[in-house]
């Protein structure tokens, strides 16, 4: 582990905190959709384990995590400001594929990070894509601060905003993706368990090209502890942290 | 300064050993810690054949407390001399290898695979587990089961024989007595704690077994007792281990007579836990301007 310095701080919506890090070897070899731990600087033992989160971006000496408060070692990081350290361990994971003919990137809330990271991955490599961000609450729309400058952004909120579509992201694909769009895309995607099972019923037949990228509690992060175990296809488990966080839809039981 | 401590026959060059489960098979680790500054490591609990483990969620963090149910997932004997000895037979330093099984021929079986290997230093029964033919019930809590299966492992191989006992024992009397006469040459002391969590919002049990084992700062004090006593009811030397997350946790068993110290979950929270800890036993040794770590040893009694 090493330590890196918060040197910015922002907050998006009411839940969710970004911060950018100082720390060069992660920043120099962190790929999309890998993940790094996290805990306080000053060694609390308590909460006991540092937490998992998908790498927002990455250049030079800085790299930058995004993520939403939503129990006690989220809400501890959360009080920490510009100036203060955290330890932190990474890269860590397999990422995503990098080859794709053309992306459709679908996030559901904070699953937008990792796919954030992406998108910019690929317009440095020249690979088209479209973005499809959903989220739960009008507030959460902050998020969409993340995607200002990308071309091809489609939202959906599932509280009625005005302009805007009401329903879940993939209410939104249904509506404005026709099969001959997607047919020789490959699908990214990063959301709640519920909404990643409804894949394969919006894309069927294409389970093969749809990488997701999952989320878990973990212990250790680097494959020791064997805690984050999700049901393998064709029996057995996977370990999220080591042979994920990205996964083909269909390697894995959801 | 001399920081290497006896275990009986076995020699470590220092007593932080890195404890089973909690540092895979060895290589998994090794990116972010050098495995030859340490005493040993144990590898996790290898069964005849591989084994799945139990279905998730198998994590709950509490306060200052991690409960497990990994169910002892591992990809059994065979595989892992052919993936990962390899790797370890390259390390400079002592190589536990702990080990498990339903039956007590599964466990012979394993004991003599391993025994063939010269690389292995020692192994670590762990003798928690439900002992199929008798109904389930740990063999720790049977003591003529425990008696069994440690004396028909003894014969099996020649290996220094650690046993890691749980904090469940019937008898503690009884149980040391079997464990000497049937050549146990160490104790690692303790596993983790039997414990539960209910989710209130699902009423239900968070583990599907309902139970699981309780490691980290929560149980430190409470192996420490335990640890204490058993230095106090036998000649074998003993590894402690439960909760230990820095060198002044460390140094507690230590002085208590603990003759090395596993770390645990502390790998978890930070893979360079175990190399900080020795770290900082050298430091304590240098401030309080000892020489030999044996001296430490069994100074608090």
Known sequence: MSFARICRKERFGERFVCFELEEGDIASQARPGQFVMVRPGFRV???????????????????????????????????????????????????????????????????????????????????????????????????????????????SCEEAVS????????????????????????????GPEGMLRELVTVFPGKEEDIEVALEARMGCGFGVCLGCAIPRRGGGYWHVCSDGPVFRLSEVVL | MNLSVTLGRMTLKNPVVLASGTCGYGREIAPYLDLNTLGAITVKGLSLFPWEGNPPPRLFEVRAGLLNSIGLENKGVERFLQEDLPFLEALDTRVFVNIWGKTVEEYVAVARKLDAIERIDALELNVSCPNVEKGGASFLLDPEALRELVGRVREATGKFLIVKLGPKLQDWEVTVRILEEEGAEALSVTNSFPAMVVDVERMDFVFAMKSAGLSGPAIKPLALKMVYDLVGMTELPIIGMGGIMTAEDALEFLLVGARAVGVGTANLVAPSSAADILEGIKAYLLRKDMENIEDLIGRVR
């Open chain 1, 163 to 190: 302009g805007g579509f009401c329903g879940t992201v993939l209410d939104l694909v249904g509506k404005c993706l026709e099969r001959a769009l997607w047919q020789g895309a490959r699908i990214y995607a990063c």
């Open chain 1, 45 to 155: 033992f308590d909460p006991l384990l540092p937490r998992p989160f998908a790498v927002l971006s990455a250049n030079d000496d800085r790299f930058s995590l995004l993520f939403e408060v939503v129990g006690k070692g989220t809400e501890l990081l959360s009080y920490l400001e510009v100036g203060d350290v955290v330890e932190v361990l990474g890269p860590l994971g397999r990422g995503f594929s990098l080859d794709a003919p053309f992306g459709i990137l679908l996030a559901g809330g904070r699953g937008l990070v990792p796919l954030v990271f992406l998108a910019r991955e690929f317009e440095k490599r020249g690979i088209p894509f479209s973005f499809f961000l959903g989220v739960r609450k009008r507030k959460d729309l902050a998020l969409l601060r993340l995607l200002e400058d990308l071309p091809r952004v489609l939202w």
